[in-house]
């Protein structure tokens, strides 16, 4: 069992900028793909950005392309997401997954944090 615990995350205004943290307890963190998704209000939890096992490729969702970057480093079991230009659309809950990822069939989590809550006031 992969523990998830977060760190970052809180109140910032518009234009602002974030940065979330997400450590794993599993020594073996490397296999696995790291994905962070948000759930804002009354919506359906979705994607935002993953990072494949070693960091040599990333995905991101339209929406925040060019705003947020995905990162890791394995030698902290750890995996970043740095959110900039931030707008009050992008305030919600966010979690990060430990799974595996392909293009084909998307990210399949196996993992998941308890999720951070990230506000933006406008």
Known sequence: QVQLVYSG?????????LRLSCAASEG????YDM????????KEREFVAVISGIGSS??????VKGRFTISRD?????????????KPPDTAVYYCAAGSYSVRLGFRPRYW????????SS
Do not use: H
Not at 28 to 31: C, E, G, L, N, R
Not at 35 to 42: C, S
């Open 9 to 17: 995350g809180g109140l910032v205004q518009t234009g602002g900028s």
């Open 28 to 31: 073996t963190f490397s296999i």
């Open 35 to 42: 994905g962070w998704f948000r759930q804002a209000p009354g």
């Open 58 to 63: 990333t995905d991101y969702a339209d929406s």
């Open 74 to 86: 394995n030698a902290k079991n750890t995996v970043y997401l740095q959110m900039s230009s931030l």
């Open 113 to 120: 944090g308890q999720g951070t809550q990230v506000t933006v």
